[in-house]
């Protein structure tokens, strides 16, 4: 099946949202990312990125569960790390993905922009999800508790907050073109709590650890932790590239879908 | 065996690591096989959609002739 082929057909379909200022406007984005040429694109991509995430994921799995050693302090519990952190990462990296969506859809009103943000907000909330569920799994042996109200707990859950604001937002509108402007509003003023995030366990004293990975003056973690962990990391990176594809697929045909019904309609 | 059993206790923290496991899984499963599934529906529902388009302009185009 050949979706340029399709879009083609439609005629006045190609522009995904009737009315909207996307077909006559010419700039650097168009060229590249159009929904036609994405659908192509994403329909290459989308083979590699499903069979890079299930590669890495079972090398990560070997390496997390059987080719790593346990820790000189916190013992097998160690190994809840390449499940917690690698999500945790992904939670910020999907907020910063969903912050640059928007900006370009705002900005440049691109709908596969737009449709990016919209089709990144549930990924990242549930890498956000795992990651302060993990981390409780984690806390409870080691700390002695499931959950404490410092700095980084506390903006990781804000994190999880704002996810769930900007889908709801997202979806309050009748018309869905306002519902991603505001939320893609929300997103950006929400991108101050990344920073936050990340230095919270610096700037702040908590019971979690410090940052021993991304860290000025290099990692602290022994290799026999850190090629686990990235593996990991890779997986899930490239977990969220399918996923994203995929939805992103997704809503573009729904856009083709509103576009026909209104043609249908309107005669 | 024994072996088997020492790897499934971890050390005594079997009760968080393969909790925190299994939910990762479980989560990022669901999620991909929801995407999945999206997709595939509206694929379907586009598809039906375009063959009643093009039902309707042939019986326009006939109704145009005669």
Redesign the interface.
Known sequence: MDDGN?MS??GPVVRDRPGERWGGRWNVFNRYANPTRFMQLSAKLVPWFAGATVLLMAAG?YFA??ASP?DYQQ???V??MY??VP?AWMAMFCYTSMAVASAIGLIWRHPVAEMTAKATA??GA?FT??AL??GS??G??MWGTWWVWDARLTSVLVLFFLYLGYMALENAFDDPARGTRAAGILALVGFVNVPIIKFSVDWWNTLHQPASVVRMGGPTIDSSMLIPLLVMAGAFTC?YF??VL??V??EI??S??RG??L??VHG | METVVT?VE????AG??W???G??AL??IV??LA??R??RS??A??HD??R??DF?AVRSRRRART
């Not at chain 2, 971890?10 to 923290?13: E, K, N, P």
């Open positions: 399709e057909e439609a799995l569960l059987f346990p013992g097998e519990s190994r809840i499940v917690h999500a549930p990924i549930c999800f795992l569920v993990t799994l984690w409870k042996p977990y399918w996923v995929v939805r697929r997704g045909i729904a083709r879908i026909l019904r043609r249908q | 790897f971890m050390g005594g923290y968080y690591i909790p925190a496991y939910l990762s989560v990022l999620l991909l995407s999945l999206g997709l509206r694929e529902a586009l959609l375009q009643q388009d309707a």
